[in-house]
Structure formats: structure tokens, C-alpha cells
């Protein structure tokens, strides 16, 4: 009877996720795009994700204004995004792309929000790579009409955990994050620790002042939907500062 219920309450929040996704109300904003050869927007963006393409996101990478990136809570989050009203610019059909939040678009205020200042609170804007611009929108245009609403995350694999810091700092960037991609609170656990809750260093990089070095580590990540995965014994004991591990999925 425990497991029945088990599986009625997992079908049930499943369920109210979907329907959640799939229901979000489009919102309007606008969109540029940076030109960059390799087809991602940068190589270390306000979210510390490093390497966008190493982190997975490549092109389908965004910087969103103050209004969207929210201090960097929204790193991680996944956008659908379309261009929409504009007859000369927009592609036929409107088709869209599924953008990752990487990036904060600093506001401009020596320029008008109409004309260049596209990040100026409290304004809602994507700065796009080209490549996935060019999906949506013709290149020749330098800012566009469009919409969006928040999806949830596709992503292969397992949450990914690169470790940095020091012997008196320790450090976590967590990424690959399904669902909806945006991590509210982390918790670490050596072999000889409790449970403890990390900080938002910055972006998805989250820290601890305890030694964990020698320890097999653990993480518990939740989401802003408060839902919670633990990955148990992710690093080994021998773990180093620059690796790489990677644990369940949402």
C-alpha cells in the first residue's frame, strides 16, 4: 500500500510539472545577439560556468537583463524563446529555441532602453549567440520583438560538480541541472561531517569554509521547485581542485 501511494504522488507531481511547463504564459521581451565564432556568447559569464560548450549549453546560451538574471538565482534555467511582431525580421513561423540562463546583460544608462540600453531595468532582454539567433530572427537585424516563457531543462547525463578552492575554502560549481535547471540551496557531507549548508559564492558556484579534503563528498541540490536529489559518495576520498564528477538527475 506504501509503494502504491509512492507512485500516485510521484505520478502526481509529474504531472503538476507538466502541465506547469507547459502552460507558462508568454511573456514579452526583446533579443540581440554578440557575434562570436565559436557560437558560444562567452568563455566565462556571470554565471561561472567557464567553457559553455564543456558545460554543455554552446550555443543555446543566453545573458539576460537585471530584470531575468535575478542576482544570479536564474543561472541554470531554461527559456523558450520566439520572435514574434516583426514582419522584416522575424523567420516564418516563429519557430523557437530553448535558451540556458549562463550570462548577466549589465544595463547601459547612458543610452536610451529603446536603442541600445536593452538591459536596463526593468526591461527584460536575451543576449543571444549569434548561431542561435540566427534560428529565430534574421542577423541583419540588431534588435528584435520577442517572447518568452520558462521551460524545463533537457539536459543528458547527470548533474556535474567541479570542485575549486583551497585547503580553508571550498567550493562547488553545479551544473547540468535538469528540470527547472535553477538551484535555490546545496548541502554538502564528508564521511566524518553532518550535512552542511553551502553559500551562493556566485552564479551556480557555491561554497563552504569546512575541510573536506581526504573525504568522499555527497550533495544535496534542490531546485526552485523544492524538489531535492542527493547524490551520494560523488567524489572518492582522493578527490582534487579542477575535477570534474558527476551524480544523478533530476
Known amino acids: 500500500m506504501g ?61 539576460l537583463s537585471s530584470m531575468l538574471f535575478n542576482r ?7 527559456f523558450e524563446v520566439r520572435c514574434v511582431d516583426h514582419i522584416l525580421w522575424c523567420l516564418q513561423g516563429s ?6 540562463a549562463t550570462d548577466f546583460c549589465p544595463p547601459n544608462y547612458g543610452l536610451s532602453s529603446d536603442y541600445g540600453g536593452w538591459c536596463n531595468f526593468p526591461k527584460e532582454h536575451f543576449e543571444m549567440s549569434e548561431a542561435a539567433f540566427a534560428e529565430i530572427a534574421e542577423k541583419k537585424a ?21 570542485m575549486s578552492g583551497n585547503f580553508h575554502f571550498y567550493q562547488v560549481l553545479i551544473s547540468n541541472v535538469g528540470l527547472d535547471g535553477e538551484v535555490i540551496a546545496v548541502k554538502v557531507k564528508g564521511s566524518r561531517t553532518a550535512w552542511i549548508p553551502m553559500a551562493r559564492n556566485w552564479g551556480q558556484n557555491w561554497q563552504s569554509n ?41
Open 142 to 162: 540588431d534588435v528584435v520583438p520577442v517572447q518568452h516563457r520558462r521551460v524545463k531543462c533537457d539536459r543528458r547525463g547527470g548533474l556535474r560538480f567541479t
Open 95 to 100: 519557430p523557437s529555441v530553448i535558451l540556458t
Open 210 to 250: 569546512i575541510n573536506l579534503i581526504g573525504q568522499p563528498l555527497s550533495f544535496e541540490v534542490t531546485t526552485s521547485s523544492r524538489r531535492t536529489l542527493t547524490s551520494y559518495n560523488v567524489a572518492p576520498a582522493n578527490w582534487q581542485f579542477g575535477q570534474i564528477f558527476e551524480g544523478k538527475q533530476f
Open 3 to 63: 509503494a502504491l501511494k509512492a507512485i500516485l504522488l510521484y505520478l502526481i507531481i509529474h504531472q503538476t510539472w507538466k502541465i506547469t511547463a507547459d502552460d507558462e504564459e508568454w511573456k514579452s521581451a526583446t533579443a540581440t545577439y554578440v557575434k562570436e565564432t565559436s557560437g558560444s556568447i562567452i568563455v566565462e559569464g556571470a554565471c561561472g560556468y567557464g567553457d559553455l560548450h564543456r558545460a554543455t549549453y554552446g550555443k543555446y546560451s543566453a545573458g
Open 72 to 78: 544570479g538565482s536564474t543561472c541554470g534555467a531554461c
